[in-house]
């Protein structure tokens, strides 16, 4: 039972133009969600994060939106550029105070220069 | 400030041997998390560590166990291993009030033969 779900495995996108990357989730208590990027041998890095509270939330070129009546977020990177290849993970604390995420299974972006 | 930093990166092992990976947090944090990646399942929860106590769970069976110690310093162990635990193993931490961002290391690879 997969709470959080990225059903894109891949993504490819041109230089400049705008990547969208999709993230559904089943269980509406969760309190807020949060994106990792991951480059190949290197550990996952926070990248931006939502409240369950708020619609979008915008940090630089990385744009997170969130739709509660749908159960689906998604990250926007505007323009994209070859150094965002990397996988994006989505991710939901199960357990309100602690630290016990569901991750998706992942999106790996790829920018085309 | 030091980063998260997990031992050993890479190792190889047999079925059946046994394995303990070790993890240092970021100081002052005192939550530890350990995830399993594998390909098409992103990161899969084993356990959270908080102040030497098992905080949460994951659906992993008994082989696979954790410990922190006073210092925060955590460790997991794997016994018996099977060739599915071949993954690459992400400790995070975590600390203080903050909107839950979890700090990874680079992880250890771990393959089984």
């Known amino acids: 039972d997969q709470q959080v779900k990225q059903n894109s495995p891949s993504l490819s996108v041109q230089e400049g133009r705008i990547s969208i990357l999709n993230c559904d989730y089943t269980n509406s208590m969760f309190d807020y969600f949060l994106w990792y990027k991951k480059y190949p041998a290197e550990g996952p890095t926070f990248l931006i994060s939502i409240s369950s509270i708020k619609d979008k939330n915008e940090d630089g070129r990385f744009t997170v939106f969130l739709n509660k009546s749908a159960k689906h977020l998604s990250l926007h990177i505007v323009p994209s550029q070859p150094g965002d290849s990397a996988v994006y993970f989505c991710?939901?604390?199960?357990?309100?105070?602690?630290?016990?995420?569901?991750f998706g299974t992942g999106t790996r972006l790829k920018v085309l220069a | 400030k030091a980063g998260v930093t997990q031992t050993p990166r890479y190792l190889i092992k047999t079925r059946g041997q046994q394995v303990t990976l070790s993890c240092s947090p970021i100081s002052g944090h005192r939550s530890v998390s350990w995830y399993q990646q594998t390909p098409g399942q992103g990161l899969q929860f084993l356990f959270e560590?908080?102040?030497?106590?098992?905080?949460n769970k994951g659906n992993f069976p008994g082989r696979f166990s954790g410990r922190q110690f006073s210092n925060s310093r955590s460790e997991m162990n794997v016994s018996t291993l099977e060739l599915g635990d071949s993954a690459l193993y992400l400790c995070?931490?975590?600390?203080?009030?903050?909107?839950?961002?979890?700090?990874f290391g680079e992880g250890s690879r771990l393959t089984v033969l």
């Open positions: 991710a939901a604390p199960t357990t309100s105070g602690t630290y016990k995420y569901i």
């Open positions: 995070a931490s975590s600390g203080g009030a903050n909107t839950g961002e979890l700090f």
């Open positions: 560590y908080f102040s030497e106590t098992q905080r």
